[in-house]
């Protein structure tokens, strides 16, 4: 019987299916919907995110954006966390503010100038506009009305001087965040003279012009463009249970994590192995021909992955990559302290 999937295409998911979001990509979103069960029967690896710093100062600024939005227009946000799903497609909105979708963002200022338009416009990041025209979609609304809430500083800056949002509600659906001064993060040991709520911090930020709105569009032409998208998506990797094309290294991680056997190249491959060994005599680890040589890596691993390999003597725990006349020109495996390369 095969293993149920459990997953479905989530707004938060949309752009990464499309290839078009740079937190993860098409292989990552697939590995997710597929499940863990089904991931452990075919030796994959099922991506569990515990979340950072950007997810931990978003979720604890939620409620204090929707305040910051109900006092300047007036209305008030209704139909929180709410749920809306049509077949495989899923979305999970923050709310509904006068007859419109209400998203609230949170952001640094550097990725403000570079990311985002003028207030007042539909100018937001692409991968929100993806989120916002899926949720729309699938919630039927007419227009989106985004709430961002910008940071002067990166909050990973603010958590390395101590300042960390802790939850202190006993209730999965009840949040009461504060924002503390740690001097001992790890044994809980803080400067309880220097606890900040979210809503405090959020007020004075929007006081002194951090704060903006957008509103949006429903766009049915895009709409009807990412249906069929996600149909391409869902019927020729999900239900087939086949990985999407490989975007990255990591990809290459969670798909192959035992790799055993010998593979021999091609022509084409043993000369893109001649061109990664004359990058890497050549560089160091930055610059454009670090991106090349990384591109090289990525395409001979997702080949040797489609092909079949034997196992002999010298491959029983890794890939060994030969060229026709029997040389060896690459390995991929586990080093002495268990890490993953290509070498």
Known sequence: MPT???????????????????????????????GPEFCAEHGYEYPVFEGNAATRWGSAFESAIIDLTERETGK????????YRDDYLSCHVDGIID??????????????????????????PVIYQIQVQHNMMLAGLPRAEVSVLVFPKRVEEWEAMGYIPSNFS???????????????????????GEDVSPFQWARVMAQMGYFHRYTVEAHPELQALLRLRYREFWENYVLT???????????????????IGTVVANAEITRLMAEYKNITSEIGTGGPLAKRRDQIKVAVLDWMRTQGATPDDESRDKWILRDEAGRKIAGYGRNKNGVMGFR
């Open 4 to 34: 149920p999937i459990t997953g479905t295409i989530s707004g938060s998911r949309a752009a990464a299916v499309l290839g078009l979001s740079e937190y993860a990509t098409p292989v990552n979103v697939w590995l997710q919907i597929m």
């Open 76 to 83: 008030t946000v209704t139909d929180r966390e709410r749920v």
């Open 99 to 124: 007859g419109a979708l209400y998203e609230g963002k949170t952001t640094s200022a550097m990725n403000y100038r570079e990311a985002w338009g003028e207030p007042g416009t539909d100018k937001i």
């Open 170 to 192: 006993d209730s999965d659906k009840i949040c009461n965040y504060k924002i503390m001064k740690y001097v001992d993060y790890e044994n809980r040991i803080s400067n309880h």
């Open 241 to 259: 249970g086949t990985p999407p094309p490989v975007m990255n290294y990591d990809d290459v991680k969670a798909l192959v994590r035992e790799p």
